[in-house]
């Protein structure tokens, strides 16, 4: 039995990444679970806007009820955020499904169907600043335990386990992406993406196919909510529930590139240590841009652009683009000397 290329490039880049905390410092490891956990999420919504082409603006719904289930099971009956978590994966694929059937069942496609997650996720933000029985906007604090601790997934002392974590959650994450993509219900979605009324007259049911997708993807960025409120100790409806969190879900899928397996991961290398540069860019600009420090925004403001500057560029992101330019450079090196070639024979 063969394993097939894409599991055994998950498992070069999982050893990789395993050695990678043996030379990293605090802040370099801080910078890796942050890494690990945008590629984790991007590959989420990849599932539902990269192979359905399902473009969603409104995954933090999902983060958001992700984050509130386990906070809530843990905080009030005290049960572990690792069974948390999945009850927070199922309640958020319900109201996936839920949405997708509203949508789908009408016929909202394209931009209004962006739109509408948009309109759902800031629907569940509102409900939950009015929600007492979630401390509505005062929001959800984890208890300081002094230490660490595997069984409420608090980890005070040692920032190594939460990159153990979240190294557990995008391999299986990823092995979820890859069998999604190589198997039929993979050839579905890419089908539906291409052309849904051409995959519907060949038989294949879009609205049943798109809601699985869609289902899916809830409940895998449910579980990073989850991870996300451990990890930090605190949340509130506006933090995850907030727009920030449903742009932040797509930026690193459309910069790799979307609908490919390692666009999330590619979008999350270039896009995670490119976002710190920036701060620190600004923090300590040359002297010709000194006009430039301290001035906040201005880091969002560069990143901003180089992120419309790639897109411009790379409308197929990293991981199709960059291919297809060194394809066009190996076409161009092979005409100049063919070229040169015949000019030597003349």
């Known amino acids: 039995m063969t394993i097939s290329r894409d599991y055994q490039i998950l498992a070069g880049l999982t050893l990789v990444f395993a050695i990678l905390p043996l030379f990293a410092n605090q802040f370099q490891l801080t910078l890796l679970i942050t890494l690990l956990y945008w590629a984790y999420l991007g590959t989420a919504w990849n ?24 906070t809530v099971l843990f905080l009030n009956y005290g049960i572990s955020p690792w069974l948390g978590m999945f009850v927070g994966a199922g309640f958020a694929a319900l109201f996936g499904a839920a949405m997708g059937f509203l949508t789908f069942r009408f016929g909202v496609k394209g931009h209004f169907f962006a739109l509408a997650t948009f309109a759902f996720a800031e629907m569940s933000r ?36 939460y990159y153990i974590v979240i190294l557990g959650m995008l391999i299986v994450a990823t092995m979820i992406s890859i069998w999604i993509y190589r198997n039929k219900l993979g050839y579905y979605l890419l089908a539906i993406r291409e052309d849904e009324d051409a995959a519907a007259a060949l038989g294949v049911d879009t609205l049943r196919y798109k809601i699985i997708a869609v289902a899916i993807s809830a409940a895998i960025t449910a579980i990073g909510g989850s991870f996300f409120a451990q990890r930090f100790g605190f949340i509130d409806p506006a933090l995850v529930f907030g727009v920030s969190i449903s742009i932040a879900v797509l930026l690193r899928p459309i910069f790799g590139g979307s609908g490919a397996i390692w666009g999330p991961l590619v979008g999350a290398i270039f896009l995670t240590p490119m976002e710190e540069f920036t701060k620190i860019f600004v923090r300590n600009p040359p002297e010709f841009l000194s006009f430039m420090k301290g001035r906040a925004g201005f880091d969002v403001l560069l990143f901003g652009v180089i992120i419309i500057i790639v897109v411009i560029y790379m409308p197929d992101g990293l991981v199709g683009s960059i291919p297809q330019w060194l394809e066009r450079l190996r076409r161009r090196l092979r005409g100049q000397s063919q070229s040169a070639t015949q000019e030597a024979a003349r």
Request: aromatic share 16%; net charge negative; no cysteine.
């Open 47 to 70: 599932i539902m806007g990269g192979y359905a082409g399902q473009f969603s603006f409104g995954h933090s719904a999902f983060f958001g009820i992700g984050a509130y289930t386990s």
């Open 126 to 161: 509102l409900i939950a600043q009015d929600s007492d029985f979630i401390n509505s906007t005062i929001g959800l604090t984890m208890p300081i335990i002094g230490g660490d601790s595997w069984s409420q997934m608090i980890f005070e002392d040692t920032k190594l386990y």
